[in-house]
Structures are given as C-alpha cells and as structure tokens.
C-alpha cells in the first residue's frame, strides 16, 4: 500500500520560513519524479514545484522562484520543500505527489495534504 505522509505545515508569519516534508512508503521512491502542490480556497491545485526521480532536475512555479526549494533523500525515501519568504499568497494546502511513466502505462499517488496558513 502506497502511503505520502506530509508534514511540517503551520502558522507562520509573512516573511518567515518553514520546511515540509513528504515520507513516503510501499513504493519503489527513487523511480518517481515527486512534485509538491497546492490549493488555496476557492482555487485550482497548482503545481508548486518538481524534481525528477535522481534529483537532478528542478523546476518551479514562477510565484515561488528564488523563495521555495525542492530536494530529495532517496536513502530516506523522503521529499521536501523548503520555503522563505513566505507571503499571504502561499496560503494553502499543501500535497505531495509521486509519479512515475514507464511504457506499460502511469503510476500516480498524492498525500493527504498539510496546511501552511501565512498570517500576520
């Protein structure tokens, strides 16, 4: 059974920082490209961030550029994303994802999300 536990969200002021984490069990971890997400209320989920399944790749939404990074342990089967600078605007729930394409077709998992609320 394929399990992506985040965590690490919170309350945090604008300005300040925080880092979430994204253990993940039951799957061949270093075969998947992982990806954070987020969704805001009354919002579409957006991609926030990826890196591929060596982490030799990045790539970041332009809102979160120079302030979010993304990075992996393979060793620990853990993914995470390290955000400063932190706006109003980051506001959301915030969801992990694993997925992978081989030529018998694609496999995709999500956590079950953790909040990051930015406030004053």
């Known amino acids: 059974q394929v399990q992506l536990v985040e965590s690490g969200g919170g309350l945090v002021q604008p300005g300040g920082s925080l880092t979430l984490s994204c253990a993940a069990s039951g799957l061949a971890f270093s075969t998947f490209g992982m990806s954070w997400y987020r969704q805001a209320p009354g919002k579409e989920r957006e991609l926030v961030a990826a890196i591929t399944n060596i982490g030799n790749r990045r790539n970041y939404a332009d809102s979160v550029k120079g302030r979010f990074t993304i990075s992996r342990d393979n060793a620990k089967n853990t993914v995470y994303l390290q955000m400063k600078s932190l706006e109003f605007e980051d506001t959301a729930v915030y969801y992990c994802?694993?997925?992978?394409?081989?030529?018998?077709?694609?496999?995709?998992?999500w956590g079950q999300g953790t909040q990051v609320t930015v406030s004053s």
């Open positions: 994802n694993a997925k992978r394409r081989t030529l018998t077709g694609e496999s995709e998992y």
